[in-house]
């Protein structure tokens, strides 16, 4: 990687660059690739950092993974290649399981990206093994088959990365799905229950932080309005643009 630190977009750029490399290491699907500058532009939008109305999403995510009974972090090729080691983390902080849950399903990517967790320290990676195979019901994408150890039996299921009809599916299913995603319009971002309007790569150090901070703590509930939470992402956004026509 060959980007100086004091580029004004060095952030950004050496994002790129891991998605790239996770490309050329065959975790990433090409549409991966065009799935990241659709999240580069929101990015742009939001203002490449964390907004208060994403720090409140990611209490409300560590306080619903760390009450769950069966969590499972869903992995596919992008969050893989943005954000190995952190997934690993966050699985030892909560107790949940991996799952490695594809659109475009290969079993050679499956493994390529099973072989990067567990080079990261994952113990057990799900969804690779076709013997505990089991279906969500109303789901026509191969995102359908799910490990019956894992999302099928799971009641929390984070999903990051991703704009489809799997919530829906999801939540039909009874589980309680959060998401990361940086377009608070997109179809996933709408239907979970709770949305971090973020990048992976800054909100999962975040998410992992605050599940350590509330861990062993009493985690009595807390209202989460999603859809009000939403609307707000959704007016930083009116209010980013505006400044930027203003200009
Ligand atoms: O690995 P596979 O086969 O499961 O395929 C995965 C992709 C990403 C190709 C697939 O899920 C896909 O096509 O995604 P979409 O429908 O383009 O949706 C991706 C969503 O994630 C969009 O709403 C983007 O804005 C958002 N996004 C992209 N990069 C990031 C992001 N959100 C958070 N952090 C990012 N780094």
Redo the contacts with the bound molecule.
Sequence with gaps: MLIPKTHPRAASLY?REK?VHGFREG???E??L??????????YLIGEKTTKTSHKAIRAAARALLSAKSPVISV?????A?CAKEIVELSKVTGAKIEV?????SEK?KKAIAGTLKKNGAKEILGVDPKFSKRIPKLDS??RVVDKRGIFSADVVLV?????DRTIALKKFGKDVIT????PM?R??QTADITIV????R?MGLLIKTCKELSGKDLEEKKFDNKKNLKKSIGTIRKNLRRMANA
Excluded: K
């Design positions: 994002i998605l975790l990433v699907v549409e991966g065009l799935a990241h500058g659709r999240g580069e532009m929101f990015d596919n090729g992008n969050f893989a943005l849950n594809l659109f475009y399903a990517r191969a995102r990051p990365l991703e704009d489809g990361f995603d940086l377009n997109s996933t971002a973020d990048n992976v790569i909100g």
